[in-house]
T-cell receptor, first 115, second 112 residues
Framework: DAAVTQKPRYLIKMKGQEAEMKCIPEKGHTAVFWYQQKQSKELKFLIYFQNQQPLDQIDMVKERFSAVCPSSSLCSLGIRTCEAEDSALYLC?????????????FGAGTRLSVL | AQSVTQPDARVTVSEGASLQLRCKYSYSGTPYLFWYVQYPRQGLQLLLKYYSGDPVVQGVNGFEAEFSKSNSSFHLRKASVHWSDSAVYFCALRAGGYKVVFGSGTRLLVSP
């Protein structure tokens, strides 16, 4: 089974603080996605990397987040200034390639609580 | 725009009973369709996927799903549920390109 690793599992920040979470994609996967999930509900797409390059991201990420994949084996998602609404489970997923039949493999997520 | 609707936020069934979780999608073409399961404190795991061929596709752990183009549906079924099936189930659609659209999920509770 594919394995995507996310660290840390839990993150607690005060409002206004910076947060950073990391993801190790499955080896050989070229596509990496970050999703935000609140209260076990639908996944909200945040950003997509292909071969370590960010190809699509929502406005919220452009404005307040920082996301990079400095290598094929490490990606990170940061929040420059945490807000209460950022409290959520952040899921990283990777796939062999970008589309079609390719399965997304998910990490267990980083649960961020902003106090 | 593509969308996925899971009309049932919560479903409760007795252990050993049959199960159907509903999924409706909106897309004019033929999408790639997926069912994922999320167990507590875990990420999502693939149960099954469909693009073409036999409209009934088999997945892991006894799950199957049936695609219906006329109804724009991709319902998930299981003949006999086990308590360990309690989880949140997500239907998802990829319409071409990289973006996957997820439904809002159905929380399944299997009662003893």
């Amino acid at each position: 089974d594919a394995a995507v690793t996310q660290k840390p599992r839990y993150l607690i920040k005060m409002k206004g603080q910076e947060a950073e979470m990391k993801c190790i994609p499955e080896k050989g996967h070229t596509a990496v996605f970050w999703y935000q999930q609140k209260q076990s509900k639908e996944l909200k797409f945040l950003i997509y990397f292909q071969n370590q390059q960010p190809l699509d991201q929502i406005d919220m990420v452009k404005e307040r987040f920082s996301a990079v994949c400095p290598s094929s084996s490490l990606c990170s998602l940061g929040i420059r200034t945490c807000e209460a609404e950022d409290s959520a489970l952040y899921l990283c997923s990777s796939s062999l390639d970008w589309g079609g039949w390719n399965t997304l493999y998910f990490g267990a997520g980083t649960r961020l609580s902003v106090l | 725009a593509q969308s996925v609707t899971q009309p049932d936020a919560r479903v409760t069934v007795s252990e050993g009973a049959s199960l159907q979780l509903r999924c409706k999608y909106s897309y004019s073409g033929t999408p790639y369709l997926f069912w994922y399961v999320q167990y507590p404190r875990q990420g999502l795991q693939l149960l099954l996927k469909y693009y073409s061929g036999d409209p009934v596709v088999q997945g892991v752990n006894g799950f199957e799903a049936e695609f219906s183009k006329s109804n724009s549906s991709f319902h998930l079924r299981k003949a006999s549920v086990h308590w360990s099936d309690s989880a949140v189930y997500f239907c998802a659609l990829r319409a071409g390109g990289y973006k996957v659209v997820f439904g809002s999920g159905t929380r399944l509770l299997v009662s003893p």
